[in-house]
């Protein structure tokens, strides 16, 4: 920015002015093509970062990797100015971790050749020391199964909402979320679960899906007197074991949420806050439902599949199929018996046919093989029915 003040040539003189300026330690998105890098909220060692600061990294994706984010510097304003982790390059993309306050956050790990948007955003009030942030690339067989990336996020519109306290019969806080799409489900998780409350290892968290039969019990009352919380919670995540306070990042829960895999996602999902104990209460500000479609598979492939015997009236050693190892038809006996034809389920394209001693057929044979099988059936009953003629 360039400031040029100019008068004129007039003998009209004023007090002048006196302006002030400041730089924004981050500002806007960032592109990053590396492998492996940092990123940070630019306040350095010896300043806290600015108020209204806003910046995001967009990470590409890598094709067949993962991008794992880790923080080695971590202090923001709790509940307040946060960093956002997005499995996708905007933030229209699903969630899969927020963090706030001064715990250094877990690990964040993406989908596999999915871009990964990283962003910083603060209010006009009170900061901190800010972030320092690295990235990697990690295979999918270090960390195991894929996670689907068709995913649906829904929120909560019902909160806040007071948590009261109670005992282990009352005390109940139920948000719901209504779900109208209708599809299978592969993955559930819970994305930033937030709200206060004066003791928090009163709270147990529920999450019960729209059959009203299954449930999965998030927290186990956890972290005692800490007063705030923001949480997700997913089988996928890399540990059960989150900090006190919990502010920030993705756990397992204390029940698998793999209860509602393979299971119908249509219907009313509710949230449920159980405060067990007397003499403190708290709100529940705030929560999201993440649905994924199953992870598509490789069909799975069938086999024993056996050719129709060809024994009507006739013994096997009469009824031989004829197809010998080059792929001949005939009536030689010296050809196989019993071939058995291993097939796969639809789009996968057969497996080799094999003889009663294990040899594969040439892939002639297993092409012409249902044809030649029936020619040879009926010439053979053509045969046998000639000789009372």
Same mark, same amino acid.
């Given at each position: +920015?360039?400031?040029?003040?100019? $008068?004129?040539?007039?003998?009209?003189?004023?007090?002048?002015?006196?302006?002030? &300026?400041? /730089?924004?330690?981050?500002?806007?998105?960032? !592109?990053?093509?590396?492998?492996?890098?940092?990123?940070?909220?630019?306040?350095?060692?010896?300043?806290?970062?600015?108020?209204?600061?806003?910046?995001?990294?967009?990470?590409?994706?890598?094709?067949?990797?993962?991008?794992?984010?880790?923080?080695?510097?971590?202090?923001?304003?709790?509940? &307040?100015?946060?960093?956002?982790?997005?499995?996708?390059?905007?933030?229209?993309?699903?969630?899969?971790?927020?963090?706030?306050?001064?715990?250094?956050?877990?690990?964040?790990?993406?989908?596999?050749?999915?871009? +990964?948007?990283?962003?910083?955003?603060?209010?006009?009030?009170?900061?901190?020391?800010?972030?320092?942030?690295?990235?990697?690339?990690? $295979?999918?067989?270090?960390?195991?199964?894929?996670?689907?990336?068709?995913?649906?996020? &829904?929120?909560?519109?019902?909160?806040?909402?007071?948590?009261?306290?109670?005992?282990?019969?009352?005390?109940?806080?139920?948000?719901?979320?209504?779900?109208?799409?209708?599809?299978?489900?592969?993955?559930?998780?819970?994305?930033?679960?937030?709200?206060?409350?004066?003791? #928090?290892?009163?709270?147990?968290?529920?999450?019960?899906?729209?059959?009203?039969?299954?449930?999965?019990?998030?927290?186990?009352?956890?972290?005692?007197?800490?007063?705030?919380?923001?949480?997700?919670?997913?089988?996928?995540?890399?540990?059960?074991?989150?900090?006190?306070?919990?502010?920030?990042?993705?756990?397992?829960?204390?029940?698998?949420?793999?209860?509602?895999?393979?299971?119908?996602?249509?219907?009313?999902?509710?949230?449920? /806050?159980?405060?067990?104990?007397?003499?403190?209460?708290?709100?529940?500000?705030?929560? !999201?439902?993440?649905?994924?479609?199953?992870?598509?598979?490789?069909?799975?492939?069938?086999?024993?599949?056996?050719?129709?015997?060809?024994?009507?009236?006739v013994s096997h050693s009469e009824m031989t199929t004829g197809i010998s190892q080059s792929g001949t038809t005939g009536m030689s006996r010296a050809s196989?018996?019993?071939?058995?034809?291993?097939?796969?389920?639809?789009?996968? /394209?057969?497996?080799?046919?094999?003889?009663?001693?294990?040899?594969?057929?040439?892939? $002639?044979?297993?092409?012409?093989?249902?044809?030649? /099988?029936?020619?040879? #059936?009926?010439?053979?009953?053509?045969?046998?029915?000639?000789?009372?003629?």
């Amino acid at each position: +920015m360039k400031i040029t003040f100019y $008068s004129d040539a007039a003998d009209v003189t004023s007090t002048g002015f006196n302006a002030t &300026y400041r /730089v924004h330690f981050c500002n806007g998105n960032q !592109q990053i093509t590396d492998v492996t890098g940092s990123f940070t909220d630019g306040s350095g060692d010896n300043a806290n970062y600015q108020d209204w600061s806003e910046c995001g990294w967009v990470i590409r994706g890598v094709p067949g990797q993962r991008t794992v984010v880790t923080f080695d510097k971590f202090a923001t304003e709790a509940n &307040y100015d946060f960093v956002t982790v997005y499995d996708g390059p905007d933030k229209t993309s699903p969630v899969i971790a927020q963090f706030s306050g001064n715990t250094i956050p877990p690990q964040v790990i993406g989908s596999i050749g999915t871009p +990964m948007f990283v962003y910083f955003e603060s209010d006009m009030t009170m900061n901190d020391a800010g972030f320092i942030g690295s990235f990697r690339r990690i $295979s999918n067989q270090t960390i195991g199964p894929e996670r689907s990336n068709n995913c649906t996020t &829904y929120t909560a519109t019902d909160l806040p909402m007071m948590i009261p306290p109670g005992n282990a019969t009352t005390g109940d806080t139920i948000s719901s979320i209504m779900v109208t799409d209708s599809f299978t489900m592969g993955e559930v998780s819970l994305l930033n679960v937030r709200g206060n409350h004066t003791w #928090l290892g009163d709270l147990n968290f529920y999450l019960m899906g729209p059959d009203g039969a299954s449930v999965s019990q998030l927290v186990n009352k956890r972290c005692n007197g800490y007063p705030g919380f923001t949480f997700g919670f997913s089988d996928f995540a890399l540990t059960a074991s989150w900090p006190c306070p919990p502010v920030g990042g993705e756990w397992q829960p204390f029940t698998p949420l793999s209860v509602f895999n393979n299971k119908n996602s249509q219907g009313t999902w509710k949230l449920r /806050v159980q405060d067990t104990e007397a003499g403190d209460n708290g709100e529940l500000w705030g929560w !999201q439902l993440r649905i994924c479609t199953p992870v598509p598979s490789t069909v799975p492939i069938t086999s024993g599949a056996e050719i129709p015997s060809m024994t009507t009236g006739v013994s096997h050693s009469e009824m031989t199929t004829g197809i010998s190892q080059s792929g001949t038809t005939g009536m030689s006996r010296a050809s196989t018996t019993g071939v058995q034809q291993t097939r796969a389920t639809t789009g996968v /394209v057969d497996r080799p046919l094999t003889t009663t001693t294990g040899e594969n057929l040439p892939d $002639s044979v297993a092409t012409a093989l249902p044809n030649k /099988v029936y020619l040879a #059936l009926a010439c053979v009953l053509a045969v046998y029915f000639m000789r009372f003629l």
